[in-house]
């Protein structure tokens, strides 16, 4: 079963009642899964980072963190993906974090630039569900341009040592992520791209010991897919197409449904009909500067639910108004999640689980 198939994931035996619930108007006591930014500080300086505006700008202390976190195996919450926003691995308390999801039993999931794997090596490798480094490069000359350091720097080699480092002792999945970059000129003349590429990092990935290659699309600062001129795009096809031969029973391909959106050139707005987001119920982003209904929109006071830097989780999200935002006017943009609000709408009129499956992955 695909990662990246979301609906599939709702006909879980372990979701599928809360996803019910849902559809049938009732208000959950807490979320399946919570995306926690540790902090709003990056050691890099991605040209291309959607979050750049926010860097930065505050990180929670490590005494409200691990409170934090207790907050959510308390609450309820299924699983947690520590992400940013920042470095969450930067945070001097997601260490303990980890720590304190992986005994109570909560699935953890951690998107990483790679250059801290080493400092949380052993509970990394320990608890964590499964651990995916945003690489976007096979080169060091190629990552020094997508994915420089403050100083303008190459680290290309210190976060493939480090994943390779976790490969050796992990008991979750190591996910190696490749998001393809373009940069145009004033006239929509491609002046930079890391396409070139994809095949390179997808053997990379697996000659590392990932257990997966994840390709995914450019957003802009909007969350509108970056359409891909037609030579590039014929060039990742044909890239995707070799890749696939690297699949076997400890490697896969992933595609993420932004590249098949530039793939299809569907229209970069994604018009919805409904008015409230059900997974809004199920997911959530907390962070240090607040709690939004959603990752899209991250940083939006008009998404902005509460505050956990000095509020317990539980009393925040008993009185967290989910309706703030209308996905038909607020949600035009490229939604991954879009599917399964569709499919949960249609859950209120079917009386049983039509495809039960046991649990294969928490994170919708």
């Not at 599939?8 to 619930?21: E, G, I, R």
């Not at 505006?53 to 202390?61: A, D």
């Amino acid at each position: 079963m695909s990662r990246l198939d979301l609906v599939a994931k709702l006909s879980q035996d372990t979701v599928w009642p809360y996803a019910k619930k849902v559809a049938a108007g009732e208000r959950l006591t807490a979320p399946l899964v919570v995306d926690l930014d540790p902090t709003t500080f990056c050691d890099l300086a991605c040209p291309e980072c959607i979050s750049g505006t926010l860097l930065n700008k505050g990180r929670f202390t490590k005494e409200r963190l691990a409170a934090l976190a207790r907050e959510l195996c308390t609450a309820g919450v299924k699983a947690v993906v520590l992400i940013g926003g920042g470095e969450p691995l930067a945070h001097p308390g997601t260490r303990d974090v980890i720590k304190i999801l992986g005994t109570s039993g909560l699935h953890i999931g951690v998107v990483t630039n790679g250059t801290m794997i080493d400092r949380h090596l052993d509970v990394i490798a320990e608890y964590v569900t499964w651990l995916r480094v945003s690489v976007d490069a096979a080169t060091p000359e190629t990552f020094g341009q997508v994915r420089p350091d403050r100083k303008g720097r190459s680290v290309f080699d210190k976060v493939i040592a480090n994943m390779r480092a976790l490969a050796q002792t992990k008991k979750g999945a190591l996910g190696y992520s490749f998001l393809l970059v373009t940069r145009m000129d004033d006239e929509g003349k491609v002046i930079y791209s890391n396409h070139h590429e994809v095949l390179a990092a997808a053997r990379l990935a697996k000659d590392i010991g990932c257990d997966y290659f994840e390709l995914k699309t450019l957003f802009d600062e909007q969350h509108f897919v970056v359409q891909l001129p037609d030579a590039l795009l014929r060039s990742v096809r044909a890239q995707i197409e070799q890749a696939r031969d690297l699949r076997d029973d400890s490697f896969d391909l992933e595609i993420s449904s932004t590249f098949a959106s530039a793939e299809d050139r569907r229209p970069a707005h994604q018009g919805k009909a409904y008015h409230t987001c059900s997974v809004a119920q199920l997911r959530t982003l907390v962070t240090p500067n607040g709690v939004y209904i959603c990752s899209y929109h991250r940083g939006n006071d008009k998404a902005r639910l509460g505050d956990a830097v000095d509020e317990d989780f539980s009393a925040l999200w008993e009185k967290a108004d989910l309706s703030i935002i209308d996905p038909s006017r607020d949600c035009r943009f490229h939604c991954a999640r879009n599917d399964i609000n569709l499919a949960i709408a249609g859950m209120a009129a079917v009386p049983e689980n039509p495809h039960p499956r046991e649990e294969f992955d928490r994170f919708l």
